[in-house]
DNA sequence: CCAAATTCTTGATCTAGATCAACGCCATTA
DNA sequence: TAATGGCGTTGATCTAGATCAAGAATTTGG
C-alpha cells in the first residue's frame, strides 16, 4: 500500500485516462461522476472514511473510463496498483472469498439504488437520503448530493424547505 | 441441480416470500419485476437462455423480498437450493475465483445500466437497447421492455414509430 | 376456430421537475 | 478585510414524458 494525499477539488482521475488504483479512504470525501451530454455533473456515487475508492471499472477492465474521481474534501487515501491487487489473488486465493462476497454487497446495493431511483419521486428520494445520510456527507456542497440523487440543486433546496 | 418447468405467467417467486433457489435458465424467458405505490409492475431485469435467474437479494439473505419473478414464456431452468450453493463455496474453494469475477460482471453491468437511466432520454435509451436487444426479448409484450427502460408503454409505442 | 382478454396505438391533456434568471450569502485567498 | 467566485434560495416559466381515454390489433385458451 502506498499513502497519498490529494487537495479539496483535485481529481484522482479523469475521464479519458486509466485507472490504475484501488482505493482505501483514510480520511475525506470523493466524489464519481461522469459529465453528460450538456456538460454537467452526473453524480454516481461517494467514497469517504473506509471506504473503497476508486474508478473500479476502468481499474479492473484497464480501460480508460467516462468518469470523474475528484477529492470534495481534503483526502488522505492508500492505494494499490492493478499488478498488486492481481497478485493478491494469485498468491492468497483465499482472498476470493472475500472478494465474491465484497462484491456480492456491492452488487445489492446498487441495485437497492437502481430501485429507489427508478419507482421513488424527488421528495422520496429526499427524504429517503437524508434520514439515513452518513456524516461525511453532511459538510459536503448540497449540489453533489442533490446531483447524486438525479435532481437539480433547485429542486433539492426546495425539497429542503417544505 | 434439479429441473422445473413453469408456463407463461406463473410465478417462480413473489414477494413476502424467501427465494430459496438459483436458477439456471434452459430456455424462455422470465421477468423481475416489483410492484411500486401505485401498483404497477418496474422491471429490474430479465433473465433467458443461459442466463442466471432468480430473486438474488432473497437468495442470499434468506429473507423475503419485494420482488416478483414471472416467467414471461414457457420456462425451463435447472436450479439448486441456498445449502447446495453454499456446500460449493466450502468444499470448492476454487469456485470463489469464479464468484468474485461473475459479481464483478454484474456489478460492473448494473452500475452501467444506472448510469444510461439517469444520463439518457427516453428516446436514447429506447435506441440504445433496441440496439442490443438479446433476441429472447423481442418476443414479449413491448410493455415489458418499456417498463425496464423506466417508460410508459405509451412512449414505447410512439418513440417505435418515429 | 372463435370469443375474451391482453396488448398496442393514437390523440388530448396534465404535471413533476427542469430550466432560466436574479439576488444574497458565505467562504476562500490575497 | 476586501474582493471574487462559487453556492443556495426563490420565483416564473417551460417541457419531456405521464396520464387518461377509447378504439384497433393481436394472443390465447377453451
Chains 1, 2 share one sequence.
Not at 21 to 48: R, T
Request: charged share 25%; with cysteine.
Amino acid at each position: 500500500w502506498e499513502e497519498v494525499s490529494y487537495k479539496r477539488s483535485e481529481f484522482l482521475t479523469e475521464a479519458g485516462k486509466i485507472e490504475r488504483y484501488f482505493y482505501v479512504v483514510i480520511s475525506g470525501v470523493q466524489a464519481i461522476y461522469i459529465l453528460n451530454q450538456q456538460g454537467d455533473k452526473q453524480v454516481i456515487g461517494f467514497a469517504f472514511d473506509g471506504s473503497f475508492s476508486g474508478v473500479y471499472d476502468s481499474f479492473l477492465l484497464e480501460k480508460p473510463s467516462h468518469y470523474f474521481l475528484e477529492a470534495l474534501t481534503p483526502s488522505r487515501l492508500i492505494r494499490m496498483t492493478k499488478s498488486k491487487y492481481d497478485s493478491l489473488f494469485e498468491q492468497f486465493p483465499e482472498f476470493d472469498r472475500w472478494g465474491r462476497l465484497v462484491h456480492q454487497q456491492l452488487l445489492l446495493g446498487r441495485v437497492q439504488r437502481e430501485v429507489e431511483l427508478i419507482t421513488l419521486s424527488a421528495k422520496e428520494r429526499y427524504h429517503l437520503f437524508m434520514d439515513r445520510c452518513p456524516e461525511p456527507l453532511r459538510n459536503i456542497p448540497q449540489k453533489y448530493l442533490a446531483s447524486y440523487l438525479n435532481m437539480t440543486p433547485e429542486t433539492f433546496s426546495r425539497l429542503r424547505k417544505g
